[in-house]
């Protein structure tokens, strides 16, 4: 994942806020979940900023759609309590979505500041530019 | 914000706490989250301090009252989990309440030490006061 | 420590932090080392909040006033190390002053926003407002 | 500091980097020390990302060049302590730069993966193009 690629992808998910009409902090991380770009909207809420790179390394961390990470991480299912560890890098709601060569993830990007369902459709649009 | 408009929120808070007659810890933080002042009320018990500055924190973070927050982060809504975010300052139940000039969130008012209605009502009669 | 006195003593070193021209952050911490009120003055540097608070705590948490502190902190000195403990709430730099009622300490002021000397000198004229 | 101000900081920072030949992290944060905007460059090293990031809030947080933060946070001096203050995000060597609009702080920028003058020297160029 090199800055470029970051870039590329940050570019797209950006448009795709752009379009939904909702501003976000977006992250983009490496293979190792650490971080390579970040961007924060105009108007997007400052929560968004912690969350976003944080669904990004949860992508990563786990290789899972943070959506996806949050039907096990409910009361009740097998990763309950998750979201405590990692002195609180978990994500466990829409949002993060690996990076994909072929069948290997190789990153992650997160998207925050606006619903599940388009946090994810932002982070998607990005995954799909890389 | 000011300091002399936190004061009048502040004292606007406090009042409503007194005519309540409950103690609270009350907290206003500005456009940037950081906190600009905050009262313990003789008789507020020691867990309202933390609490009611991470209120503050929260409803600037993501311009909500923490009340509305603590519908979304219930066990299988949309934000469950991101109260282990930010280092535990992401606080889910009553009592933040977003600051606003027109449309615009200028800061927020957290108030802790009463009932979730309590700290709300609390908080809000702050807010009123800007 | 009643919040009213934790007034005064705010006042007081406002006063003292106007009449030098140097706007501060203070805080007032009780006899549990707990914060009972807090101001940021107008200008006063971000940084300022979480190392007032904290000076406030330290002067009560060791009853020394952290100027003194910082002479058994330093390298080669009996207490080096200690800023580290505590989550690092432990400041070892002038501006902490323990507050007493004859010889016992039941409280703690800390500024922070200027010069060692300046800091010490606010929080000071605090403490003597007790 | 709009998204579109700190990209043309870090485009400005990365262009002075990559005269240098020394790929950095580079980080903007807003009035509030709130993260905007961050890139690492391709080969930047991983301990870069935290400490550009840190940086940025550092100089904005104090309202002080992290170069000069320095020399009173060595041991005996003024502020030796200072940097295991706000959870570690206190950086005291070169690389973080104040920006301002006329007197005014309005954010900040930070760099890491150099030398102290190399990261200074990349944050400045940043700093000169806000």
Do not use: W
Not at 77 to 91: C, T
Request: hydrophobic letters at 45%; a negative charge.
């Amino acid at each position: 994942m090199t800055l470029k690629d970051a870039r590329r992808i940050i570019a797209a998910a950006e448009e795709k806020a752009e379009q939904i009409g909702q501003p976000m902090s977006i992250a983009v991380a490496d293979e190792g979940g650490n971080l390579v770009a970040f961007v924060r909207m105009d108007g997007a809420c400052l929560g968004s900023i912690d969350i976003s790179i944080n669904k990004a390394y949860t992508a990563r961390a786990f290789d899972i759609a943070t959506r996806d990470l949050a039907a096990y991480a409910q009361p009740g299912g097998p990763f309950f309590g998750i979201h405590a560890s990692h002195g609180g890098r978990v994500i466990i709601f829409a949002g993060g979505v690996p990076i994909k060569k072929g069948n290997v993830v190789v990153g992650a990007i997160g998207a925050s500041g606006g619903s599940g369902d388009q946090d994810h459709a932002v982070a998607e649009a990005g995954a799909q530019a890389f």
